[in-house]
Structure formats: structure tokens, C-alpha cells
């Protein structure tokens, strides 16, 4: 079974990049979407941007439009979510899921990694 792993989290300072990346453990990407979702403790996890496997289709949350980049490389099995102009209020933990079509929704998605910490201060 494929299990998804987060990578590239850690503590910026506001207006600072950070780029995530997502890698299949155990296989490939066999799922048709790959979604980024965050999640603050006390509050559900929140949908921040999918991509389909080809690339050619991506949506993302209006939290983060125009500053994060969803990105995917089948060949080296990963999705990236690259994270510019960050706030203190993107300060969450990431975690991506595989889901088999284009949902916002995180009940969709399965596979999910133990997620990596981004903290972003002010």
C-alpha cells in the first residue's frame, strides 16, 4: 500500500518561501488527484490546492491563491506545494492525501502522510 509522506516544513518568518514536498513510500502515485490540506488544532483540516496526475489541472483555496504553487514530477513520485508571501495565519500542520477526482473536500482523500509542522512568525 502506497502511504504518503511530508516533507519540508519548519519556522519562517513572515514574507518568507517554503517549499513542501509530498513523496509516495512503497510505490507510486496511483491515485488520479493529489491534494495539500492543513490543519490548526481545534479546527477541521482545510483544503489548500490539488493537482491532477497529468498537471494540466489545478485548483486551489482562495486562503492561498496567488501564493502557494502546487507541482507535480511523476517520475520522482512527488508533489511539492511551494509557499510564498507566508502569514503568521498559514501557520498550520500540511498534510496531502490522494483522492480519485477533483475534490475540496478532505473526507475524499486517503493515504494520508503524519504531515510536517509549518510554523510561520510575525
Known amino acids: 500500500q502506497v502511504q504518503l509522506v511530508e516533507s519540508g516544513g519548519g519556522l519562517v518568518q513572515a514574507g518568507d518561501s517554503l517549499r513542501l514536498s509530498c513523496a509516495a513510500s512503497g510505490g507510486s502515485f496511483s491515485s488520479n488527484y493529489i491534494g495539500w490540506f492543513r490543519q490548526v488544532p481545534g479546527k477541521e483540516r482545510e483544503f489548500v490546492a490539488y493537482i491532477k496526475r497529468s498537471g494540466d489541472s489545478t485548483y486551489y483555496g482562495n486562503s492561498v491563491k496567488g501564493r502557494f504553487t502546487i507541482s507535480r514530477d511523476n517520475a520522482k513520485n512527488t508533489v511539492d506545494l511551494q509557499m510564498n508571501s507566508l502569514k503568521p495565519e498559514d501557520t498550520a500542520v500540511y498534510y496531502c492525501?490522494?483522492?480519485?477526482?477533483?475534490?475540496?473536500?478532505?473526507?475524499?482523500?486517503?493515504?494520508w502522510g503524519q504531515g510536517t509542522q509549518v510554523t510561520v512568525s510575525s
Open positions: 492525501g490522494a483522492s480519485s477526482s477533483a475534490y475540496t473536500g478532505s473526507i475524499w482523500y486517503r493515504d
